[in-house]
């Protein structure tokens, strides 16, 4: 607040505003209308007209959750009296196009859209405004936050529709490991802890174990695992490229000397992946079921404890890893390593923090008062609010020590449950707003869960033991650091947007029931015939249309390495 | 009398026209205006636009369609899948209906019936879960265990990675979920042959099989035929999702049908236009197939749709 | 039935007892799924996704319940579940069977093209947006009444009705005719009452239909929590357990996963379950009660001697 003078001004304002808005009853967004607006009057700090208590509605169809309003939690309340604003969310719960398809044919849309995938429907059908002078007005913190990357927010006719998330500032590594080739740490003990680098090391040590161990836990041991469920297949198909040391770029990778895209699905290096694994299915080591099991199945079998190693990311595996640690035998958990083909080639799995330009949030055409939903935005960025969103409020959800680093107590850490995490607010603001990432000023991380001193805070007796048998701190350490950003500009191509029924899409799509269709074959094929297996599709492969998918790869990084948006 | 002309016999009908034309005018609103929809298969639909500022793109979305290699092997799939479905969907429940017609306690028929229509209430997402569970080699996959007990096998197969077999596991699947679904209506239609013409046959000394031979089954005959007309009709229709969560890779030669084709390369990518004129392709061809199983019905005599 | 006067052959005892045998066949591997169904709903969440729960949970819990019943709006999502199959069906089940009356009329001019009008109706729909289209000028949308009006009459439903009127015998008709009944009496007093089994399929149909619609409360009436129905209310919470897992959007992968997500205490695969069980035992209920009209059909010979 400022002096007292603009004080009783807004007051006196306020009321004026109240009464003509109750005579007009216009519907303005001010729906609040009397009784909280009265219950602030009384209150020692009264409601300037910019804090006239307003909802908007807000749509996310980005991910699932309860539907509610932002005030009735903990945050959203915070937020609410600094703002006077609140937002009734909705989640998707349907498919995607569809929903957006009848809303925009219907003309019904909310004030704010999170539209995930549906980005360019939105854009196509002109369904968000230009945040361009609303921005330069009502935006200096947004803009100071999202400084850096401001440039790549225009669309291609120069006015802003979507401000992205997560816009970093400083690298921080994922609590959970991205892509790794994980291996049971019992394995690992049999052997002293060597340093794996490569496949056949991988291999060999899961052959051994496996000869000298055939059964587990009362069944059979299994040597290597698959996950091919539905949309999960990208993860028997990512590793390749990993395995050549590059990055995960999606269908393409580039060759850093020239520029240019190449597809992956007939490279030298994706050929040697599924021979490595046609070898180990020979060898009985590869679970054949893998192959047709679901994701469900596939959990269960890593739960129970048989499963020596398999490829996956972090986020894919938590259900197992919950269950491993519940049964206490550390044995039975596994570590994850960054493997390549060749020794002495620099892995690059972890991917280096990117500001995705076409995910995002934007305002509807039917806003009523988008200057107060940009207002409420750049006021949620404030970094004394990013805090508050993120770490919650100091001695409640977090405390800090002398040094000013930020932990949670081992109480604080349990406060996980969906129920709190919901009621308090932590669920509605985690991401799907304007947002930074990375570190705050102060050098804390932006999330509890990439704190080191909150990592570390919830290992087990035994993550703490093979850390220190490989000399890690965290689990992450295994990885390099990954690439500098300014190197590969345009990192990933994945993310470039795609139109709707393209020749790029049409691409993917059928490369995909392609490579679904022939990577279970190779595998499991007699090793002798998988040469002519490997033509055979190679041949196929190369019949769809790969060189419009090159040009528009190309295309994306010329544009993106010109400081265009793509 | 004297010969009415059309229009006066119609008037003379007016209770008749008041119990059905409101509900052909409901009919007409809810059901045949909105086929105005159908001229977004003819263009380049984006939503949000006006349908007059839209793209037209003539047949284009149909060429996609035909000339996709891929559309040959959904449609053979799609019929035969279909075909199956639909034999084995028949010829299932009319048998149990007719079983359960011969069982003595009545309250025993209730409690079968009501328990083998619970399947139905099952979705294809957790069917399809226990389906895989009973198929897999580990030591819970029933089926294997009980061929190898049996001596059929020697080893357990991995039935969900044959192509061959999948066609076999999704008839049985659907029987295995939909069959006391299905007899519901067939049990509707035993209800209403005469318990006269049972004692005529019992009197003359038929036997049970003679009973079932000429009275129960006769006594179905009109609505099986119904019924058949109708299904044929549907005969592109052959699901989805049983397809789509029991297929795999290795199957998909097998089990990928037309909606899945259209779902992958219309619904999941936006693309309204080509799912509309997959639609449109559909409902010809459904209402050529329904037209000609009426009259083929209509030739042998038998009762008919329309 | 009372067929067992007769003297039983060896040939009918040995039909009848594996009849009997074939049927607690049937009734064990149909009954499997739902009895799966129960015991993982009562199960542990992350214990049953260790998988091998078959008949019996291995860490009993009432949580999977708990949680499902607490997060669903539940009671009043339940109540307009209830109203629209209650109402959608009565509605459903009168007006086609007035209408399969009418086709029924051999004297009925317009019977054939009523009918084809209606059977057509089974093989076309203008798609998805020109429907959502009507409905809003109809001003259907958010509001109760699209769960109603656009299913009043259905052409696979009058089309069995139909056929079974079809069974009655003339005379019956006639001689009200000849007491001098109008078309709608006869309707409402002879052939609604002689229909009452198959309008209890129907109505079974119907009933099962519309509870177990969502898709409609997903298109018309999603932002208004008042008229969001049961099954709706489960699927979101089944999307929620999803998380990031049915959708793994960039924002996921690259944003931090699933932050404040974690610690799961519900996995889709116990809320799947717990939502089968919590969703269909209403529904399935509905049959045994209607089952007492499926035994009848004497009525007709009765009416006839």
């Known amino acids: 607040m400022k002096g007292s003078h603009t004080r009783y001004f807004a007051l006196a304002l306020a009321t004026a505003v109240l009464l003509a808005g109750c005579a007009k009853d216009n519907g303005a967004p001010s729906s609040g209308s009397a009784a909280p607006a009265s219950a602030s009057l009384s209150a020692e700090n009264s409601a300037p007209p910019e804090l006239q208590p307003a909802t908007f509605t807000y749509f996310n169809a980005a991910s699932a959750g309860k539907d509610g309003n932002t005030n009735e939690t903990t945050l959203g309340k915070i937020l609410e009296e600094q703002t006077g604003v609140n937002f009734r969310i909705e989640h998707l719960v349907g498919d995607l196009n569809t929903k957006l398809g009848v809303m925009l044919a219907g003309g019904d849309l909310p004030d704010v859209v999170v539209p995930d995938a549906g980005i360019d429907k939105m854009l196509d059908a002109k369904a968000f405004i230009p945040l361009n002078e609303l921005l330069e007005q009502y935006g200096p913190n947004l803009k100071k936050l999202y400084e850096t990357y401001w440039d790549q927010l225009p669309a291609e006719d120069g006015n802003i529709y979507i401000i992205p998330f997560a816009a970093s500032k400083g690298f921080v590594p994922d609590m959970y490991q991205p892509g790794a080739f994980y291996i049971q740490r019992g394995v690992l003990k049999e052997f002293g802890y060597p340093k794996l680098e490569t496949l056949d090391e991988y291999f060999d040590l899961i052959k051994r174990y496996k000869e000298k161990y055939p059964q587990i836990n009362g069944g059979s041991t299994i040597g290597f695992e698959a996950l091919t469920d539905d949309w999960r297949f990208f993860t028997l198909t990512n590793p390749a490229a990993n395995l050549a040391g590059l990055p995960n770029e999606g269908e393409v990778y580039v060759d850093m000397a020239t520029k240019q895209a190449h597809v992956t699905g007939d490279t030298e290096f994706t050929k040697r992946w599924l021979q490595t694994l046609n070898k180990a299915n020979d060898d009985g080591l590869f679970d054949k079921e893998s192959l047709v099991a679901k994701y469900d199945q596939y959990i269960a079998k890593l739960s129970g404890g048989r499963v020596l190693g398999f490829f996956d990311y972090g986020w894919q595996i938590t259900p197992a890893v919950q269950n491993l640690l519940q049964t206490g035998d550390d044995d039975r958990m596994y570590m994850g390593f960054p493997l390549v083909l060749d020794k002495g080639v620099r892995e690059q799995y972890m991917d280096p923090p990117v500001f995705a330009t076409n995910r995002g949030i934007g305002i509807t055409t039917s806003a009523k008062d988008p200057a107060r939903i940009i207002q409420f935005f750049d006021n949620m960025v404030k970094e004394e609010n990013q805090k508050l969103l993120f770490w919650g409020e100091q001695g409640k959800t977090y405390e800090v020590d002398d040094k000013g680093r930020f932990y949670r107590t081992k109480e604080q850490i349990e406060q996980r449950d969906p129920e709190f995490q919901q009621s308090y607010g932590f669920k509605y603001f985690s991401y799907y707003w304007p947002m930074g990432a990375g570190l705050y000023e102060d050098g804390n991380a932006y999330f509890p869960d990439r704190q080191p001193e909150v990592i570390a805070a919830s290992y087990s007796e035994g993550d703490k033991k093979i850390l220190e048998a490989y000399g890690l701190q965290v689990f992450t350490d295994v990885y390099h650091e990954p690439a500098d950003v300014e190197e590969r500009k345009w990192y990933p191509v994945w993310t470039a947007a795609k139109q709707q029924g393209s020749p790029e899409q049409m691409f993917e799509q059928k490369k995909m029931d392609l490579q679904r269709k022939w990577f279970p074959r190779l595998i499991l094929a007699e090793p002798d015939k998988f040469e002519a297996m490997w033509e055979e599709y190679a041949a196929q492969f190369r019949k769809l249309d790969v060189k419009t998918y090159e040009d528009w790869a190309n295309g994306v990084i010329q544009d993106r390495l010109a400081g265009k948006k793509r | 009398m004297s010969r009415k002309s059309y229009i006066g016999r119609l008037m003379d009908q007016k209770t008749l026209m008041l119990m059905s034309i409101p509900f052909v005018i409901w009919l007409f609103i809810f059901r045949y205006l909105p086929i105005w929809g159908w001229t977004i298969a003819f263009q380049h639909y984006r939503p949000g636009t006006g349908l007059w500022e839209q793209k037209w793109t003539g047949l284009d979305n149909f060429r996609l369609l035909f000339q996709e290699e891929a559309f040959y092997l959904v449609m053979r799939n799609t019929l035969a899948m279909s075909l199956i479905n639909l034999v084995l969907g028949f010829a299932t429940a009319i048998t149990l209906a007719i079983l359960l017609n011969e069982l003595r306690s009545v309250l025993f028929k209730r409690v079968v019936q009501t328990i083998s229509y619970l399947p139905h209430f099952i979705s294809w997402v957790v069917a399809s879960s226990i389906i895989v569970t009973a198929l897999s080699i580990d030591s819970s996959g029933i089926v294997n265990l009980i061929l190898m007990k049996l001596g059929l096998i020697n080893e357990p197969i991995l039935w969900l990675a044959e192509g061959k077999y999948f066609w076999g596991i999704l008839g049985v699947s659907e029987v295995w979920k939909n069959v006391g679904w299905n007899t519901i209506i067939y049990l509707a239609a035993i209800t209403a042959i005469d318990p006269a013409q049972y004692e005529a046959a019992e009197i003359d000394g038929a036997n049970r099989m003679q009973r079932i031979l000429y009275v129960t089954l006769p006594g179905l005959k009109p609505i099986i035929v119904l019924l058949l007309i109708m299904n044929i009709g549907n005969i592109l229709e052959s699901g989805f999702e049983p397809q789509y969560l029991l297929g795999n890779g290795l199957t998909a030669d097998y089990s990928d049908n037309l909606d899945i084709f259209v779902l992958k390369y219309g619904i999941a990518m936006g693309n309204f236009s080509f799912a509309t004129a997959a639609g449109v392709f559909k409902t010809v061809i459904s209402i050529a197939l329904l037209f000609g199983a009426n009259y083929m019905a209509k030739r042998f005599g038998q009762e008919r749709l329309f | ?305």
Not at chain 3, 5 to 16: E, M, P, W
Not at chain 3, 131 to 158: C, D, M, Q, R
Not at chain 3, 174 to 195: H, N, Q, R, T, Y
Request: aromatic share 12%; hydrophobic share 50%.
């Open chain 3, 1 to 305: 039935m009372k067929l067992t006067s007769r003297t039983r052959t060896a040939g009918d005892i040995l039909f009848d007892i594996g009849n009997v045998v074939f049927m607690i066949g049937l009734m064990v591997v149909t009954l499997y799924p739902f009895a799966n169904m129960l015991a993982v709903s009562l199960n542990d969440a992350m214990d049953a996704s260790r998988g091998g729960i078959f008949l019996k949970p291995r860490v009993f819990t009432l949580y999977n319940y708990e949680y499902v019943l607490r997060e669903a709006s539940i009671f009043h999502s339940l109540m307009i579940s209830v109203l629209r199959t209650v109402i959608g069906t009565a509605v459903a089940v009168f007006c086609s069977a007035m209408v399969a009356y009418t086709v029924s009329r051999p004297e009925y001019l317009l019977r054939k093209w009523v009918a084809l009008a209606f059977i057509l109706t089974m093989y076309f729909n203008g798609g998805l947006i020109p429907t959502y289209l009507l409905h809003k000028e109809l001003h259907l949308i958010n509001s109760f009444w699209v769960y109603i009006i656009p299913g009043i009459v259905g052409a696979f439903n009058i089309i069995i009705i139909r056929s079974f009127i079809e069974g009655i015998p003339d005379g019956i008709n006639e001689s009200a005719k000849i007491d001098g009944a109008g078309d709608f009496k006869i309707f409402m007093k002879i052939v609604l009452p002689l229909c009452t089994p198959v309008l209890a399929t129907v109505a079974l149909f119907v009933a099962v239909w519309q509870w177990n619609s969502w898709f409609d409360v997903f298109l018309y009436n999603s932002s208004n929590p008042k008229l969001s129905t049961l099954q709706y209310e489960l699927m979101k919470i089944l999307q929620t357990a999803n998380g990031s897992s049915t959708q793994a959007t960039i924002g996921d992968v690259l944003g931090g996963n699933q932050r404040g997500v974690a610690a799961n205490q519900v996995t889709p695969t116990s809320i799947r379950a717990t939502m089968t069980i919590v969703a269909s035992l209403p529904i399935i209920l509905v049959y045994p009660f209607l089952q007492k009209y499926f035994v009848k059909g004497m009525t007709l010979g009765g009416v006839k001697g």
